[in-house]
């Protein structure tokens, strides 16, 4: 089970939301509105929140703006991740990842075998960093981002959460992009 330590403070992520569907309206996007809620609930910041299109380009543009921007420090992403022809948001991902987090969604499957069985073979979830931003892409139904949110992120995104957390690795997440002295 998770481990807070209360001792240390909890610090507030900021995080955009994007829904990617051909379908989704703001009337109907129940996977976006469960993300959003889940994200304010466990005491952080929503920065932005929009639909896109399953659009390779379109996705790919946005998800440059928000690594881009200094009060985005995350990106969840629902909806796209299938292995239909429209499913197209990790091909958007993996032109902006600067390295990629293996274990998101190696953990994602495996958590959702044990409620879906191996039709979770179907998705492509996945997390990475690109230019000190974490990036998740989970699958586009309600269940998947409650999960997605519920046994994962909300853990990995609580800076009290042990014996570790991405929370504490943001400072150093650009150390790359530092120019040498």
């Not at 403070?9 to 509105?33: C, E, H, Q, W, Y």
């Not at 990790?90 to 953990?107: C, M, N, Q, S, Y």
């Not at 997390?127 to 139904?141: C, D, H, I, K, Q």
Request: aromatic residues 6%; contains cysteine.
């Amino acid at each position: 089970m998770p481990k807070l330590d209360e001792t240390k403070p909890f610090l507030k992520v900021r995080i955009a939301v994007m829904t990617v569907s051909d379908t989704r309206t703001p009337a109907n996007d129940t996977s976006g509105d469960a993300l959003a809620e889940r994200i304010t609930n466990a005491g952080h910041i929503l920065a932005d929140r929009l639909i896109l299109r399953d659009d390779t380009d379109a996705i790919e543009a946005k998800l440059r703006a928000w690594i881009a921007a200094p009060d985005i420090d995350v990106v969840v992403t629902n909806g796209g991740t299938g292995v239909t022809g429209r499913d197209v948001t990790p091909e958007a991902f993996h032109r902006v990842l600067e390295k990629t987090i293996e274990g998101f969604g190696e953990l994602f499957r495996m958590l959702s075998y044990q409620k879906i069985g191996t039709s979770t073979m179907q998705s492509r979830a996945l997390g990475g960093v690109a230019n000190g931003t974490y990036l998740f892409a989970l699958p586009g139904s309600t269940g998947a981002v409650k999960d997605g949110w519920d046994d994962i992120l909300q853990w990995q995104l609580d800076s009290r959460h042990g014996p570790c957390n991405l929370v504490e690795l943001m400072p150093r997440l650009r150390e790359h992009l530092k120019p040498a002295k």
